[in-house]
Structure formats: structure tokens, C-alpha cells
């Protein structure tokens, strides 16, 4: 849940990008990296709040359920 946004933003970047360097015919390594690089980081400083707020929330029940286990 919290790493499936990156991943699909690092796959549909990746596809892009290679789409474009099949068409142009440009073989460059460092064109696959950078877009994605980019795209991940634009996805982290948008979704950041959201990520933060969903892994506090499963710490908080993870944390609440010790005491359940103990009996």
C-alpha cells in the first residue's frame, strides 16, 4: 500500500521512456534513470502527508495489539 505508488510511477516513467528511445533510436543509459529518479521524488513530495498518516496509523494498531498477544 504504501510502496505500490512508486513502484507504478517508476514503471509507467520506465515504459514511457523506453517507448521514446526505441522510436528515436537513442540508446543512452542515463536517460532511463533520471526520469524515474525525478518522477519518484515529485510522487514522494505529493503523497508524503498521506504516507506518513497511513504508516502511523498501522504502527498505532500494531502497538495497540501487544497486549492481546500477551494472554
Do not use: C, H
Not at 9 to 34: H, P
Not at 39 to 47: F, G, I, K, S
Amino acid at each position: 500500500m504504501v510502496a505500490a505508488p512508486f513502484l507504478l510511477t517508476a514503471l509507467i516513467v520506465g515504459l514511457a521512456v523506453s517507448l521514446f528511445q526505441t522510436i528515436t533510436s537513442i540508446q543512452e543509459q542515463t536517460l532511463t534513470f533520471v526520469p524515474k529518479a525525478l518522477a519518484v521524488v515529485a510522487l514522494l513530495y505529493m503523497v508524503l502527508p498521506l504516507l506518513i498518516r497511513t504508516l502511523m496509523d498501522f504502527t498505532i494498531g500494531m502497538i495497540s495489539q501487544i497486549p492481546k498477544m500477551v494472554q
